[in-house]
């Protein structure tokens, strides 16, 4: 049977103190077919509005008929982003003058998080009995989940490293 390689691959640098770790997604040809399920998601939101905005018969009959359209228009843009941001982000954490930062990055946007190191409470590899797990990071009040879609043996190791370095 014929499996494709679903999870990403990460490098580490170290520089001195401060550590480095890129996490890529893996090559396939799944952003295609991503990319025509969102497109074809926002036609049909656009249809669905579009065809309730024939005829208006007043200012607030157009607020009405497009409220629901802005609604879940936004609802669909950030599942868009989650979904772009979880199949083809580029996830980069670096550690050094005592912050953590770690961001993602596509074609269009970077989304950038920091915290000082002294909120961070710990950092553990959550494995799956998939083979697949993922790092993640808890604060007092909120958990983080830095890396995901790695092996198990990647995300034991990037977890030691970022905890080794966090000292």
Known sequence: MLQR???KKGVVQLDGCDVKITVSPPKTGVDLVTSL???????????IVGSNLRRPSSLTDLLWQTLPGLVFGLFLFFLTRAIYERSFAEEVVTIG???????????????KRRLEMSKVADIFADTGWTGLG?????TKW?????????????????????????K
Not at 37 to 47: A, E, I, K, N, Q
Not at 98 to 111: L, Q, S, Y
Not at 134 to 138: A, G, S
């Open 5 to 7: 390689r679903k999870w």
């Open 37 to 47: 399920t969102s497109l074809f998601m926002w036609f049909g939101l656009f249809w």
């Open 134 to 138: 993922q790092v993640r990071m808890t």
């Open 97 to 111: 003058a005592g912050t953590i930062t770690w961001a993602r990055k596509t074609k269009w946007w970077t989304r």
């Open 142 to 166: 909120q958990r983080y989940t830095i890396f995901s879609d790695l092996l198990n043996e990647d995300a034991i190791r990037f977890a030691c490293e970022l905890k080794r370095a966090a």
